[in-house]
């Protein structure tokens, strides 16, 4: 978890390297279906493009479908959900059924100026979902994929009207869903500034602490 551009989406792709879990981004499973034109594409195009949460019943059938797949068998990184707290309920049905124990909920945290910064120079590449940042992770060609060659894109909701909406919709929405797994003890919370790598190696240590009690 962790606003909008906080690094989660990064993060959770290299842990799940680390790991050798599946990343499960509902972000990135929503864009996928936006781009192929999919039914649930064209239900959830509008919310994605203003920056509003997609709703708790399409969302609860996603991750059904999605985690119910081989691959998340043996344990995956959540990325993006649950964002409300009906979804953290659709996730505790869904961990039931499954007969899996959360490890934990990790929550990035960084101050709004610096997230702002991070989603106006944000670029990602539309072949392969690389991301990139114009100041702190240039690609080596203005405007091209490193990975794949693909001409980058801005996100449409990375521009900075639809970034205060998604943040708000953060702060109303998503930091409940932090309260409620802090209620539960499960919280663990990370400091999301500073290099990417340092970042990693702060949610690794945590990781391997919790799985040691
Ligand atoms: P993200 O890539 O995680 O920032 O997600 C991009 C957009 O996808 C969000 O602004 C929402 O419109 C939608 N989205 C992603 N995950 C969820 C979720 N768990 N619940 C509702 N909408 C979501």
Do not use: W
Not at 62 to 72: E, F, H, P
Not at 95 to 124: C, H, K
Not at 134 to 139: A, I, Q, V
Request: hydrophobic residues 40%; glycine residues 12%; contains cysteine.
């Amino acid at each position: 978890m962790g606003a909008p551009g906080v690094g989660k989406g990064t993060q959770a792709v290299r842990l799940a390297m680390i790991l050798g879990a599946p990343h499960i981004s509902t972000g990135d499973i929503l864009r996928e279906a936006v781009k192929g034109g999919t039914d649930l594409g064209r239900k959830v195009r509008s919310f994605l493009e203003a920056g509003k949460l997609v709703p708790d019943g399409l969302m609860g059938d996603l991750i059904q479908d999605r985690m119910s797949k081989d691959d998340a068998g043996a344990g995956f990184i959540l990325d993006g959900f649950p964002r409300t707290l009906d979804q953290v309920h659709i996730l505790d049905g869904v961990l039931e059924n499954l007969g899996a124990v959360l490890d934990g909920a990790y929550i990035l945290a960084a101050p709004e100026g610096e997230i702002v910064r991070r989603l106006t120079g944000r670029r990602i590449c539309p072949g392969c979902n690389a991301v990139f940042h114009l100041d702190s992770r240039p690609p080596k060609a203005p405007g091209v994929c490193d990975e794949c060659g693909s001409a980058l894109v801005q996100r449409p909701d990375d521009t900075e009207a639809v970034i205060r909406d998604r943040l708000e919709v953060y702060e109303a929405q998503t930091r409940p869903v932090a309260d409620a797994y802090r209620q539960r003890g499960q919280l663990v919370e990370i400091d999301g500034l500073g290099d990417p790598d340092e970042i990693t190696a702060r949610l690794e240590n945590s990781l391997k602490e919790s799985r040691a009690q």
